[in-house]
Structure formats: C-alpha cells, structure tokens
C-alpha cells in the first residue's frame, strides 16, 4: 500500500564518533564497535554511526488507559482519567491508505471469508592428535592485526608494566522476566506458591505518570539532537598482561601446525550509553556529563537507586553517646554483629568513625557462629590434592552440586538458592593480588526470574532500603539496636522506620529482625508508586510472521496460528492485554481487528522503503473486545497464502513498522523467519562457505554483517519492546546478523534447523512444546536490573541479553523465567577487615496484571586471605560457564582459536599456580596432573568445551549452528548449560527402585552418571544420554529383548522405526519406569529436549557419539592426551 500523507519524525544523531574506551568493556564483543568508535575500524563495516540513545534519558510520556484499581495493590488518583490514544515522541502519523486492494477470500466450500487487502604471552597450543612427540614451541610474534594488546580478561595475574591502550569500547546486552499466578504474574507453569503479606493502613494515592521522582530534576529529550557532538570519553590507561611464569612448553609435535599464542581475551559485552559521555573515576565508579556538563538523571536509575555509594552523613548519631541496653536475643548472625567489613561496630563517617557498645553476649555470639572464619575441616576437603592421571574415575556418579559457602549453618539457611544466584568463587579473596595468583575468574551467575515453588511477596507503602548504596534491607544487615540498622553493603547506620517495627506474619511489634524481609534471601516486593515513571504498561504482543513461500512450505504457520488459538486465554494478562499481527513476504500485511468488524481487514503496504502505519488505532487491539476477529483471523491465516509465489523477505520493512506500531506502549515482539532476507533495509547476502565449516584454522563471520538489526535492536530497547526470534530455516540465514535483534532488546531465540512438518518431525515437536511454554510463561514488562556489592568490589562486564544502561543497570523491555546472566567483577579495594561479603540483584518489572514488582537476591559469602581457601571454594560449573561466555566474546572480537587458546591455558595456569603455590615441596615433586578437589572436573569440562559446536574445530559445523550455540552459551542459565556443556550418560535398560526417590507418589529410578566415552557403552544394553535440550537414547544391537518390547513396544531391534522420537505408553513395570525417569528429567528444566532414538548403527548416530567427549576424534584430544599436555604445561 502506498500514498500520500504526513508524518511526525524524530532525528537521530547519527555520524558522531566517541573516543575508545581503554577499560574492559561492559559487555560483549563486536557489540562496542558501534556505540564506541575507534579509528581502527574501518568505515566500511559500518561502525561509523552512533545510533539513537532513548536510554540515559527519561522515557517519553505515554499515557495508557485507566486500570481498574482492583487490579492493583495501590490506588490510581480517582481524577486519573482513561486516555483513549497512545501516543509518544516517535509515534508515525496515520497515512491515509491509498490504493488498498480489498480482496474476498473464499473458502472451499464457496463462503466469503474475512475480507483482505490483497591475554598474551609465548603460550603454546593445544596439540592436535595427529602430534606425535614434543617439540620446541615455534617463535613466533604477535600479529600485525593487534598491535597493542588490551589486559586479558584471561590470565588473572599483575601486570608488570603498563601501556595504554586503544582497545573497542564497551557493549552491551538483554534479558527477560516473568510473573505468577496469584501474585499478578499472568499463567505459566511451576507457579510459586506465594505468600501475601499485607498492609492495614492504606497505601497512598500514586502520583500523576511522569512527575518528577523526589525532586530529582529530569529530561524530556529523547534522542540525542542531530548534529550535536558527544564529548570524548575520558577513561585511565588499560595495563596489558604480562607474563609472569616462563613460556609454556610446546604441544606434540607432528601434524597440523601448531597452535599460534592468543591474543586476550577482550570483553566488550555492550555499549555504554549513547547519549552520556562515561567516565570511571579511581574508585571505579561511573560519571556522566552531557555537552554542557550538566547532570542528566536517567529516571529509571532514580526510581531503582543509584549504584554508587555516598559518604554517609552521621549528624545526630554522634550526639547520642552509648545506647541504653542492647537489642533484646535475636538468632545468630543478627544480633549486634559487627559490620562485616567493619572491626566491632564502626560506621564510616565523614570526619571518622563512630564507635557502638556491643551487647554482652556479642563476643559468645562471636565465637559460636564460627561462619566468619573457614572451618578446617571443610576447607580442607575442598583443597584435597588429587592426581587426574591415576584417580581417572573423578565423575561423581550424581549430579553435581553448587558447593555451599563455608558459612555458619545460621547464615548458611538464610543464602541465595544457588540455582538463582551463585559465584565462580565461594571463598573471596582479600585482595585483587590474591585473586590474580589463583588464575581463577571471579564473577556472578544469575537466574533472577526463575520458577519458583515459594516465593515470599510483600506489599507494603515503605520499602526500607539504605539512604546511601539503596540496597534494600536482607537477612545480612546487622541490628544495632532495636531501631538501627547495618548495611551489609556499605556499612551505613540507617533508622528503621516505625511501620518496619510491625510483623505482619507475627502479628507482634518491635521485631522488625523476625519480619520476612531479613528472613528470606530472595523476596519480592509489590512496590508503591514511586518506583513508576507511569502507569504500569498493558501486556502486549506482536506477532511477526514470515508468509513467503520457502514459509509456507515448511508448514510452520499451521503450528503458529494453532497453538495460538489454543492458548488464547491464558496468555499472561489481564483486562488491557492486546494483540496484534504483522505478515510479510515482498510487502508488509497488517490486519484491522478493530471491534465492531463483521471480519478481519487485511491492508498491504508495498512501499517497504518508507514503511508507514495504515491505521494505528485498530492494528493492536484488546484481545477481550476483539476475541472473535483474532480467532477468525487464525483460522484462515494459514489457507490465504497457500498459493503464494513470492519468494522475498523485507524482515528488516517488517521489524520497522512493528517499531513504529509498538513504540507508544512498549510489549513483545515475536518474529517467526525461515529464510535470509533478501529486500530493503537489513537484506543480507549469504557468507558461508560450506567448504569451510570443517576448517581447523579461524572460523570467519562471527560478527554481524551489518549494525542494521543491533541498532533497530536499541531502538526499541528505548522503547520498552523486546524481539524474539524464532529461526525455522532450511538454509543458511545469517543469524549472527538477525540475533542481534534480540540480544540488544532483551530478546531471546530459538533456532530450528532444517525444520519442516513432514521431514523433520522432531524439529516440529520441539518447535511445538517450546512455543506454548512461550505463549504462557510469565513475563515481565519495562525491567530494569540493578547488581550492588559490598565496598571494595567493582562489576566491570556482563553477559547475556540486555542492553546496559547505566555502569550497574541493565534494560530488560521484557524478562522471562528462562534467561540467565552473567557477571565479571574485579576487587578494587583490598578487603582486609572484612569477614563476610554481600551480593544483591534487584528486578524491577512490572507484572503482566499490571502491577509494579522488585525481585530482590541476597547471597552472602566468606572472604579468606589464603591461596588454599580461594582453591578450596571454586565452583567449578561455574567458572567453566563464566569462561564459555569470555571465550564467545573472544572468539567475535579476535579468533575462535585464540579463545579455544585461552579456555586452555585457564586449565594450565590454575593447576600450575595450585602446584607452585598451595602444595607443599614433597607434593610437587610427584607426577601427575594434580588438582584440588574442587577443580578435579575443571579439565574435563574444558575439554567438554573444546568439542561443543560453539567451539569445536576439525568438524563440519553449520555457521548458524554455531552462531546459535554461543547464543545459548551466554543466555542460559549455569544448570542448564552445564548439561549443553558436559551431557550426563545413563544406562537405562536394567532400571531398578533401588536407590530411588519418591516425588508425588511416583517412583523416580536414579541411575548411576557414567563417563563420557564408548569403552562405558555395551551393544547388550540401552543408554541415555541428557544433552540438556535433547535426550538420546541409543540402543545396542543386542539389546535385551525383554526391554524393547516392554520399553520401546515392538519385537526386535531392527523393527525399531528410524525417526522414533516418543516412547509408547505400556502397562508395564519397565515402561513406567523408564518414562517417570525421562519425565523427572524433563521436568528439572523449562524447555522441552526432544527425544531421538538411535539404533547402534543408524547414520544419526554421529549426534550421539560427538558428545563422547572422553573419546578422541580426529580433530580433538581424548581426556587422557589432553591430560598429558597439561602435565607437561604444568610441570615447565
């Protein structure tokens, strides 16, 4: 459709360069090259533009209509008023529609349906197996193509000088959330049972949308004006990493050529703001300044609280001398505890400190939580020294668990579940000296939004939070006395407010320490007006879909417009959710829902160079009023392009005009693809060159194609609309360009190779459970998540999707339960007199009913001033999954093989420091590989790594597919990925009850984990092998008879069928069995992993036996050549 008409637009500052940033970035990769310009980018990529910054400023008034107050735990001012149009900066004006063709469909049976608009250093390599013996390592220099090398976010030790650097600036990224039946979180499965705390007073009347937030000034400009000019970013010099072991011997010789040192590893996860000019000062914390070095307050920022830490203002407290008697018994850990960083009670204070009397039992109290100091016997365990060459059956034979701090039992029930929140290191070193000798990262896992069984919620009008770092109040403050309390963050002496003193649960007064708030480490709260910078959004949902003919054959949209139709009722909302539906091939389809319409109206815009809204009001409408058009609509969806020719894609068309339609409310976007785009803005030419997906040198084409897709991506991140991606391709699509749709607006994505509903019936079955978890999981609206630390500790990157707003705010449009993040910290300042350190994460969202929540996690962890602790607490999972995410960053911003190269020498350097440092003379003198108990499975789960699609070389690996799996290696949670990483192998034929549990009276057989390697298969038996999203259960070609018949329903092993994907349900004892484990195992995560069976020698075997990563290949090492090499590394 085209024509004549007027719309409103809005300049973007485009053509501005920002001096380079010489710190680690904030986020990924290739992402910084955008927003932070450096001279060594050549123009030609398209770095050269600074796109629109709608981040650091206040959001656009947008007035929605007037939520019935029912819906909501605070009350609306009754003068509020519905406001029939949204409207915002941005926003398109209608276009009359001129020559819109206005087709009659017609069914088979002759009725008229709708009517429709027709690091760096001489490290060696790993040896390839081919390598014979070992040889000299070559000379070799450091290439041309990196001049000056940044710090290596890699190798953990001093640097012993300093350079400064020119390095890409920072990144950044997305995330999701999700909401829960009962407490205004739509519907979904896993459902918390949610405990309500309530108010009797009254809550006050929320403000009028937009006002100005405790007399902070604000900013109504949106963008960043054309033509204005960013001042440069001024940052202090980056200090590369130096050697500080002799080169590391050289891998066997014979073979490929050996492997070239690698570069650091360079995180640049994510821009920094676009329209601030950022700076860190020595503490390392953030400053902006605008042209005229005003301050600009971002308001989400304001609303949520400012990260960094003010001096407190102690006036009064000095005047009040000794407090009368001490607060009456509270349990340990609460009771007139010094501050955890602070010796007795001292409170940091501008002219000095202040010191409290203590109570009489505070030295007892002292002595008997012991949680303060290590226990011998459990950092003892955890250093244990063992030989991986001798001890070759390290697996544990069950899951592998997060290790629990060495914290007293009292503290130790009030931490962070570790499936929400847990670290790379649960001993934290005193100092950053420290932490660099042990050659471990430190940093942060995240699953802020998970699925919960019980989650406390509390609704009250005073949140009570520390007036200086805003941290809110946890289980790990101290109580001074019965009206004072501690931050356990940065030591402030904060009042507690009078209603804080009431406990809701106990219904008793003067007990604020027994309230849920400092009894539970993960709580939510449902937050008073002024944590709204409006009226809570609507649930909104776009949908996206791809009606070419490469589509239609594929039969995708049949699936789409079904599920739909089943699931239309429970898609989180409430009254106000709407919906609406986009369809593209060559031109762009939109389809008029408006109530009162006998059928649904389809509108084509051909001209996809300057895509325009036809009638904004009627094209998202509410999904009650409107119910029947959209079901009508979905039913005939599929049959009106069943004859369609067309074979291009205008994507990038189609993802504008969902802006433009979107921009006034924020929502969802899902986008349904199956092929490259190929017409206007973000066509994309394919890269891949099939000959060399099994090159054993760099693999190219990593990195976006072009900065179309990120910097729509951060436009509409601006706008609170998140995009998801659903990839159902048979072809080569790009994806390392379209992903960046979704990882800059806190998307997510789902990848469906080679999907097609005749020929690949497992895709189809994945394709169907994934979507409708989608459709009804809980989901957050316009989040933003905040990560505070204890004074001394700074967080310098992140992973995952999102787009970084502030040095410690992340931008989430929209938050999932499924979406994990990452964080790298660094120790600014030495830690000395402090014994306990804190985390706390804080999700502000806003529910899918409308109602504004906090998601508050509080972890609490030791720290230690020894090598052995550090070694002692490592979280192996963890840090294997920290340094998955470095090494994607790694392998975008210099080489696949210079990450595999660092994922390597991170094995090399830790065991080598654990020998040199921790083990005594007699015990170094032994052979071996030796390594702490802690880190007994750090080489196998590296190895692991070096095989995954994400990193493998030697093997033929399709570009998405890889492209995809480091998707899935920065977004998905440490429970999750672990299994992606290091699959678990059971044997399955002969199940039993011995050793089983019982969950709902059912009967769940555990089978022992085997290792990874064909000597643990036998052609007698059936095995099982967890790969976290698909389960394969091979089965030998003698297999029992008994368990094919009563297991998989059919009489031999050759009458098992090629493409069997479900086990039959029989009544029988082995049947059962067998099914309640598959689902127990299913159950423990939110996707749905198909199932393949696989006959012993069924060509699809390949899938199975590349996840043998004990075994070797002809590319890759086995477990116990792998060992060797890092012996001999170890023992230079």
């Not at 895509?611 to 094209?619: A, M």
């Not at 999981?777 to 989040?783: D, Q, S, W």
């Not at 890759?1116 to 170890?1130: G, M, P, T």
């Amino acid at each position: 459709m085209s024509g004549p008409g007027a719309r409103s637009t809005h300049g973007h500052g485009h053509g501005h360069s920002l001096s380079p940033s010489p710190r680690p970035a904030l986020n990924g990769p290739g992402p910084n090259r955008l927003m932070n310009q450096n001279s060594s980018v050549p123009t030609e990529q398209g770095y050269n533009v600074v796109p629109p910054a709608p981040h650091v400023h206040q959001l656009p008034a947008k007035n929605f209509p007037q939520v019935p107050i029912e819906q909501y735990s605070y009350e609306y001012p009754q003068s509020f008023q519905p406001i029939g149009n949204f409207q915002s900066v941005g926003q398109t004006v209608n276009r009359p529609p001129v020559n819109a063709n206005l087709l009659q469909k017609v069914n088979s049976s002759g009725v008229q349906s709708a009517p429709l608009a027709a690091h760096s250093g001489s490290y060696s390599r790993m040896p390839l197996p081919s390598q014979g013996s070992f040889a000299p390592p070559p000379s070799e220099k450091v290439p041309a193509r990196a001049p000056i090398l940044p710090q290596s976010n890699w190798q953990f030790g001093h640097p012993q000088q300093s350079h400064p650097v020119r390095q890409p600036p920072a990144g950044m990224q997305i995330n999701h959330v999700v909401p829960t039946e009962g407490i205004g979180q739509g519907h979904g499965p896993s459902m918390p049972i949610s405990t309500t705390y309530g108010m009797s007073c009254p809550k006050p009347a929320m403000g009028n949308q937009y006002g100005n937030m405790a007399g902070r000034p604000t900013t109504t400009q949106n963008y960043a004006n054309q033509g204005s000019v960013h001042p440069p970013v001024s940052q202090p010099p980056h200090q590369m990493y130096q050697q500080v072991r002799t080169p590391l011997g050289p891998p066997p010789s014979g073979g490929p050529p050996l492997i070239r040192p690698s570069q650091p590893m360079v995180n640049t996860n994510h821009d920094a703001p676009p329209t601030q000019n950022i700076s860190r000062d020595s503490e390392g914390f953030v400053s902006g300044s605008s042209g005229d070095q005003s301050e600009s307050h971002d308001n989400y920022d304001s609303l949520e609280g400012g990260g960094k830490i003010m001096q407190p203002l102690q006036q009064g407290l000095q005047a009040r001398g000794t407090l009368g008697h001490p607060y009456p018994s509270m349990p340990p850990g609460y009771q007139n505890l010094a501050g955890p960083g602070i010796p007795g009670s001292q409170v940091p204070d501008a002219a000095g400190s202040q010191q409290y009397p203590q109570g009489p039992n505070f030295n007892q109290i002292m002595a008997g939580i012991g949680g303060l100091s290590l226990q011998q016997d459990h950092q003892s365990e955890g250093v244990c020294p063992l030989n991986l060459l001798q001890e070759r059956n390290i697996l544990p034979t069950t899951p592998v668990k997060a290790p629990l701090p060495n914290l007293h039992r009292d503290l130790q029930k009030l931490n962070c579940n570790p499936e929400v929140f847990r670290c790379t290191l649960t001993n934290i070193p005193q100092t950053q000296s420290l932490l660099s000798k042990a050659k471990l990262p430190l940093g942060l896992q995240l699953h802020p939004f998970r699925d919960l069984s019980q989650l406390p919620v509390v609704t009250s009008s005073t949140i009570v939070r520390c007036r200086s770092c805003r941290t809110y109040i946890n289980p790990f403050v101290n109580f001074l006395d019965q009206r004072r309390w501690k931050c356990n963050l940065c030591y402030r002496v904060n009042d507690v407010p009078e209603e804080f003193m009431y406990n809701p649960v106990t219904r008793s007064y003067g007990e604020p320490h027994k309230r849920p708030e400092v009894q539970s480490a993960t709580i939510e709260f449902i937050a008073p007006s002024e944590y709204m910078l409006r009226p809570p959004q609507p649930a909104v949902y776009l949908y996206i879909l791809d009606v070419s003919h490469n589509a239609i054959e594929s039969g995708y949209l049949n699936t789409v417009c079904q599920l739909l139709l089943d699931n239309l009722d429970t898609l989180p909302g409430d009254s106000r959710t709407r919906i609406g539906f986009i369809t593209f091939d060559s031109t762009i389809h939109f389809y008029n829902l408006q109530e009162g319409l006998s059928q649904p109206q389809m509108m084509v815009v051909s001209d996809i160079e300057d895509v325009f809204i036809p009638t904004p009001d009627n094209l998202l409408v509410n999904l009650n009023e409107s119910k029947e058009l959209i079901q009508d609509l979905l039913r005939n969806l599929p049959q009106m392009f069943t004859n369609t020719l067309e074979t291009q894609s205008a994507l990038g068309p189609a993802l504008q005009a969902a802006y433009k339609l979107m921009s006034p409310t924020g929502g969802r976007a899902s986008v349904f693809q199956t092929q490259l785009p190929s017409l206007g803005v973000g066509a994309l030419k394919s890269r891949e060159d099939p000959n060399q997906r099994s090159n054993i040198k760099d693999v190219q084409h990593l990195s976006p194609a072009i900065d179309f897709y990120k910097k729509l991506a951060l436009d509409c991140s601006g706008q609170q609309i998140a995009v998801d991606l659903f990839m159902l391709n048979g072809q080569y699509t790009d994806l390392a360009s379209l992903a960046c749709i979704s990882k800059f607006s806190a998307g997510c994505i789902y990848y469906y190779p080679s999907y097609h509903h005749k020929h690949n019936l497992v895709q189809v079955e994945k394709f169907q459970k994934d979507l409708k978890r989608y459709l009804i999981r809980k989901i957050g609206f316009e989040a933003v998540m905040r990560i505070r630390c204890t004074k001394g500790l700074a967080i310098h990157t992140f992973h995952g999707n999102f787009f970084v707003r502030s040095t410690d705010l992340l931008s989430l449009p929209n938050i999932n339960p499924d979406a994990g993040f990452a964080v790298q910290m660094s120790i600014e300042e030495n830690l000395v007199d402090v014994q306990l350190v804190s985390f706390q994460a804080a999700l502000l969202y806003t529910s899918s009913k409308g109602e504004r929540r906090i998601r508050v996690h509080t972890m609490c962890l030791p720290v230690v001033s020894s090598l052995a602790d550090v070694y002692a607490g490592a979280d192996v999972q963890s840090v294997t999954c920290l340094l998955a995410s470095m090494a994607v960053d790694r392998s975008i911003s210099s080489s696949l093989s210079d990450a595999r190269d660092a994922l390597v020498n991170a094995v090399i350097d830790s065991l080598s420091t654990f020998r040199t440092a921790v083990l005594s003379q007699q015990q170094q003198q032994q052979p071996g590989v030796i390594a702490p108990l802690s880190l007994r499975l750090f080489p196998l789960y590296v190895l692991a790594l070096l095989k995954q699609k994400a990193f493998r070389t030697g093997t033929s690996t399709r570009l998405d597919d890889r492209v995809f799996a480091m998707c899935e290696v920065k977004y998905q949670p440490v429970s999750y990925l672990i299994l992606m990483i290091h699959p678990s192998l059971y044997r399955i034929d002969n199940l039993s009850d011995e050793g089983s549990i019982n969950i709902n009276d059912k009967t769940i057989p555990q089978p022992p984990i085997l290792q990874l390697s064909v000597e643990k298969l036998n052609r007698d038996g059936a095995f099982l092998m967890d790969a976290g999203c698909a389960f394969f259960l091979w089965i030998g070609k003698n297999c029992c008879s008994q368990f094919v018949t009563q297991v998989l329903g059919v009489s031999n092993c050759a009458s098992i069928p090629q493409s069997m994907a479900q086990l039959p349900e029989l009544d029988t004892v082995e049947s059962e069995r067998t099914r309640a484990f598959l689902s127990w195992l299913r159950d423990q995560r939110p996707f749905y992993p198909v199932l393949q069976v696989i006959k012993d020698e069924a060509p699809i075997r390949t899938s199975f036996l590349q996840n043998m990563v004990e075994d070797r290949t002809e590319s890759a090492l086995s477990y116990y050549e792998f060992l060797l090499h890092v012996q001999q590394q170890v023992n230079k």
